[in-house]
C-alpha cells in the first residue's frame, strides 16, 4: 500500500465511478481498476462493490476513506514542513550567549529582527561563557555563539573549524565609584590603577579572565572580590569595593549614580561581538539566519 493507492481510492470513492475518478487523476481506467483491487488485496477487504456498473462503499471503506483521507492530508502536512525546513523556514537554532553581551542590546536587536522574518523558527537560548560556547559549537550542542573577544589580544584565536561575524567594538572602560578620587580625571592612565583592589569577572576558564585584564593593564592587579555577573560586578564597584575593566557595553548597567566610567589611556585592546559558527554549517535555519546577519551589517 502506498500514498499513490490511497489517492487513487479516496478519488474513486469521491466519484462512486471509475471511469470519472480515472479522468480526474489523468490515468486509464483499467490501470486504475487494477490498483484499488491490489488495494483491497493488500489489505485483505473490500473496500467497494460494484454490481451493475454502479459503485458503493461497503462499511470496511467508508471507515477506511476517513482514514486514507486523513493520511494524506498529513502526509501533504509532512511534505510541506520538510519544504520548508529545507528553504529554513522551519526548524530549531541552539544559539548560545554570554551575559556581557546581552547587555549590549546587540543580540536582542539581532533576535528581534530574526523574529520579525522567520516566526516559524524556534530558538533555544542558552546563556553561557565564551569558551564554554566555543565546546558546544564543536560538539554541535548549539550552532550559533554570541560571544564578547578581546580585539588586540594575540591569544585570541577560534579554532580552525569556526568562523565569526564580528557585529560592534566595545572600548574597555574602567568602573571607579563615584567618590573614587580618580573620578575627577577624563582618562585614567594604566599605572593610576597599580594600587587599586580590583573586581574581576572570571566565568567557566577564570585563569583566562585574569590573564586577559592582567594584558590590559600591564601589571597583576590585586583582586578583591570575583564575580560571575556584569550586574555583580558594576554593584561591587558602585558599594566602593574596587574598581573593575569592563567593556563600554556595561555601561547600561544603572546602580543610581554610584558608578562612574572613564577611558583607560594606553590601550589598544577592545571587546568585539562575534556571531560565531561552524564553517560546515548546513543548516538552512542557520544559513538564512547568518545571511540576514549580514545583510544588516552591510
Known amino acids: 500500500m502506498d500514498l499513490r493507492q490511497l489517492r487513487y481510492f479516496v478519488t ?21 481498476s487494477i490498483q484499488i483491487k491490489a ?18 462503499l461497503t462499511e470496511a471503506g467508508r471507515l477506511f476513506l476517513k482514514e486514507a483521507r486523513r493520511t494524506l492530508e498529513q502526509a501533504q502536512h509532512a511534505a510541506t514542513m520538510a519544504r520548508r525546513a529545507g528553504r529554513g523556514e522551519v526548524g530549531r537554532i541552539e544559539i548560545g550567549y554570554s551575559a556581557d553581551v546581552s547587555y549590549s542590546g546587540v543580540l536582542s536587536r539581532i533576535l ?8 516559524d523558527i524556534e530558538l533555544g537560548l542558552h546563556e553561557l561563557h565564551p569558551s564554554t560556547q566555543i565546546a558546544q559549537l564543536l560538539e554541535g550542542r548549539i550552532q550559533i ?15 580552525p573549524a569556526l568562523d565569526a561575524i564580528r557585529l560592534m567594538e566595545w572600548p574597555l572602560r574602567v568602573a571607579l565609584p563615584a ?25 567557566s576558564d577564570p585563569e583566562l579572565d585574569r590573564a586577559l585584564v592582567q594584558l590590559t593593564l600591564g601589571f597583576v592587579p590585586r583582586v578583591a572580590h570575583e564575580v560571575r ?38 590601550n589598544s585592546i577592545k ?10 554549517c548546513e543548516d538552512p535555519a542557520v544559513i538564512n539566519f547568518l545571511r540576514m546577519i549580514r545583510a544588516d551589517m552591510s
Open 145 to 159: 555563539g554570541c560571544l564578547a573577544s578581546f580585539i588586540g589580544n594575540p591569544a585570541w584565536r577560534l579554532p
Open 12 to 32: 474513486t470513492a469521491e466519484e462512486l465511478h471509475f471511469g470519472r475518478a480515472a479522468e480526474r487523476l489523468h490515468i486509464a481506467q483499467p490501470a486504475l
Open 229 to 266: 555577573s556584569g550586574f555583580s560586578l558594576v554593584s561591587l564597584v558602585g558599594a566602593g569595593l574596587g574598581v573593575a575593566i569592563a567593556p563600554s557595553s556595561v555601561s547600561s548597567i544603572s546602580v543610581g549614580e554610584h558608578v562612574v566610567y572613564r577611558p583607560l589611556s594606553d
Open 271 to 280: 571587546i568585539g561581538t562575534e556571531i560565531v559558527f561552524r564553517h560546515d
Open 179 to 203: 567618590d573614587h578620587p580618580l573620578a575627577r580625571r577624563s582618562r585614567i592612565a594604566r599605572e593610576a590603577l597599580a594600587g587599586e583592589s580590583f573586581i574581576l569577572y572570571v566565568g
Open 112 to 119: 528581534r529582527q530574526y523574529r520579525q522574518q522567520v516566526p
Open 39 to 56: 488495494l483491497e488485496e493488500t489489505l485483505g477487504v473490500l473496500l467497494l462493490k460494484r454490481t451493475n456498473r454502479v459503485v458503493t
